[in-house]
T-cell receptor
Framework: EAGVVQSPRYKIIEKKQPVAFWCNPISGHNTLYWYRQNLGQGPELLIRYENEEAVDDSQLPKDRFSAERLKGVDSTLKIQPAELGDSAVYLC????????????FGAGTRLSVL | DQQVKQNSPSLSVQEGRISILNCDYTNSMFDYFLWYKKYPAEGPTFLISISSIKDKNEDGRFTVFLNKSAKHLSLHIVPSQPGDSAVYFCAASAGSAGNMLTFGGGTRLMVKP
């Protein structure tokens, strides 16, 4: 069974440029998460989807970040415009249902903003 | 305010010995705890978990202990192997918050041959 797939793996952009990350969760997983992991820290939740509905986006900086999950499967996380402090690893995870505590993570996208 | 803390950023252990990784939490609403292992350039991988109704859960070489009164949990790896070298993250969730995970900062384990 394929795991959570993320692309790109690495992205280098200049500040003020836009950037987008893509995530394909494990087949059948209706809950999808986006996390941000800063260097030397643990992942921090940005947004959680149940099917196509964003049910928890309290930690998403909405002035520059946006996300969507069309048809309740793939998801895209966008930053526009990017700032230097956005440099981090962006992780996508999925789980089978809302009450399933075990989340499965993709390899992440490492973003460097210059 | 960090609700989940891993106070040891790194740990070095000899192959074959026991590795003990510690984690403390402050939120008394947490009722489920997990350990994830992360290799470089990979995402975190689920390792073992424990519900707050238990105080121990074992899976092969890995055992997680939970002390609710102290708000402390630990991961024991016996015997440690070089392939166990990775960053280990402790995570916690509260049933009332769905399954949102709050992670600690991680502990880098190095198992020396």
């Amino acid at each position: 069974e394929a795991g959570v797939v993320q692309s790109p793996r690495y992205k280098i952009i200049e500040k003020k440029q836009p950037v987008a990350f893509w995530c394909n969760p494990i087949s059948g997983h209706n809950t999808l998460y986006w996390y941000r992991q800063n260097l030397g820290q643990g992942p921090e939740l940005l947004i959680r989807y149940e099917n196509e509905e964003a049910v928890d986006d309290s930690q998403l900086p909405k002035d520059r970040f946006s996300a969507e999950r069309l048809k309740g499967v793939d998801s895209t996380l966008k930053i526009q415009p990017a700032e230097l402090g956005d440099s981090a690893v962006y992780l996508c995870a999925s789980s089978l249902m809302r009450t399933a505590n075990i989340q499965y993570f993709g390899a992440g996208t490492r973003l460097s903003v210059l | 305010d960090q609700q989940v803390k891993q106070n040891s950023p790194s740990l070095s252990v000899q192959e074959g010995r026991i590795s003990i990784l510690n984690c403390d939490y402050t939120n008394s609403m947490f009722d489920y705890f997990l350990w994830y292992k992360k290799y470089p350039a990979e995402g975190p991988t689920f390792l073992i978990s424990i519900s707050s109704i238990k105080d121990k859960n074992e899976d092969g070489r890995f055992t997680v202990f939970l002390n609710k009164s102290a708000k402390h949990l630990s991961l024991h790896i016996v015997p440690s192997q070089p392939g166990d070298s990775a960053v280990y993250f402790c995570a916690a969730s509260a049933g009332s918050a769905g399954n949102m995970l709050t992670f600690g900062g991680g502990t880098r384990l190095m198992v020396k041959p």
